[in-house]
């Protein structure tokens, strides 16, 4: 079973900078990618950055290209979101998550971490 840990939410100021982390536990995990989605609360899941495991290959929404950077530790089976000019508008829950092998969609979700922008 594959469990996933955040770490790092908290609050910050506009224009501030905020490391999210998330440690993957579990027997031969080996992804296909992972990624960070955020959630505010009436609104639907959404997307922020995925990593291919193998290669690193990395994809942003439009939303925070530019500012967020998602990156792995293969040996540590951890993944970053590094978030940077952050805006009121990246308050959200973050969750990472993981897609296995063969899977269409993410299996695996931690249980989210708060980020608060604001003064």
């Known amino acids: 079973q594959v469990q996933l840990e955040e770490s790092g939410g908290g609050l910050v100021q506009p224009g501030g900078s905020l490391r999210l982390s998330c440690a993957a536990s579990g027997r031969a995990f080996r992804p296909v990618a992972m990624g960070w989605f955020r959630q505010v609360p009436g609104k639907e899941r959404e997307m922020g950055a995925r990593?291919?495991?193998?290669?690193?290959?990395?994809f942003y929404a439009e939303s925070v290209r530019g500012r967020f950077t998602i990156s792995r530790e293969l040996r540590r089976n951890a993944v970053h979101l590094q978030m940077s000019s952050l805006k009121s508008e990246d308050t959200a829950v973050y969750y990472c998550?993981?897609?296995?092998?063969?899977?269409?969609?993410?299996?695996?979700w931690g249980q989210g971490t708060q980020v608060t922008v604001s003064s």
């Open positions: 998550a993981a897609q296995r092998v063969g899977a269409t969609s993410y299996n695996y």
């Open positions: 990593i291919r495991w193998s290669n690193g290959e990395t």
